[in-house]
């Protein structure tokens, strides 16, 4: 079994995708732990503002099998994939980590989001603080202690039901 993160964001009927993001990730991969709701500005873009969070589960997959399972749960939710590559989406899962896995093909593993993007970092630093980067060697917490950028992201509660 591999244990895999991944990074979870709406700015489209943002509770909606959400609640439906993790409910298709618990059909797939069973229980999930996941870290607190954010919400962020769009990066990269003039848009609606994100709520992200990280799951954390446990998975005989593959790689390419993982990616195969996002794609299709984006595309059931309306994933426009002819859309800019910075713009708003219904949903957007990637995938961060398979265990200490590092390729390019068939994704860039460990995502490099996970040290650029706060959306990514904090959420994941909350979940798994000990857990370390397969590049840097560096846990999740040490690297959110030390994220050196400005961008404005908060915890929000989130209504589950």
Same mark, same amino acid.
């Given at each position: 079994?591999? =244990?895999?993160?991944?990074?979870?964001?709406?700015?489209?009927?943002?509770?909606?995708?959400?609640?439906?993001?993790? $409910?298709? %990730?618990?059909?797939?991969?069973?229980?999930? =732990?996941?870290?607190?709701?954010?919400?962020?500005?769009?990066?990269?873009?003039?848009?609606?503002?994100?709520?992200? %969070?990280?799951?954390?589960?446990?998975?005989?997959?593959?790689?390419?099998?993982?990616?195969?399972?996002?794609? =299709?749960?984006?595309?059931?939710?309306?994933?426009?994939?002819?859309?800019? $590559?910075?713009?708003?989406?219904?949903?957007?899962?990637?995938?961060?980590?398979?265990?200490d896995v590092i390729c390019q093909q068939p994704v860039e593993l460990p995502r490099a989001e996970i040290?650029?993007?706060?959306?990514? %970092?904090?959420?994941?630093?909350?979940?798994?603080?000990?857990?370390?980067?397969?590049?840097?060697?560096?846990?999740?917490?040490a690297l959110w202690q030390q994220y050196p950028k400005q961008q404005k992201l908060w915890p929000v509660?989130?209504?589950?039901?």
């Amino acid at each position: 079994m591999a =244990q895999i993160y991944i990074s979870i964001g709406s700015n489209t009927r943002r509770d909606y995708h959400i609640r439906c993001a993790v $409910k298709a %990730l618990k059909q797939q991969f069973g229980a999930l =732990q996941l870290s607190s709701v954010y919400e962020s500005e769009a990066v990269g873009f003039v848009g609606a503002p994100f709520y992200n %969070l990280v799951a954390a589960a446990d998975t005989q997959l593959s790689v390419a099998q993982c990616i195969s399972v996002f794609k =299709q749960i984006e595309d059931d939710f309306g994933r426009d994939r002819s859309a800019a $590559k910075f713009s708003g989406r219904t949903l957007d899962l990637d995938l961060l980590t398979y265990d200490d896995v590092i390729c390019q093909q068939p994704v860039e593993l460990p995502r490099a989001e996970i040290t650029e993007n706060a959306f990514v %970092l904090w959420p994941l630093a909350e979940l798994a603080p000990e857990v370390t980067h397969p590049l840097s060697g560096q846990s999740y917490a040490a690297l959110w202690q030390q994220y050196p950028k400005q961008q404005k992201l908060w915890p929000v509660p989130f209504n589950w039901e």
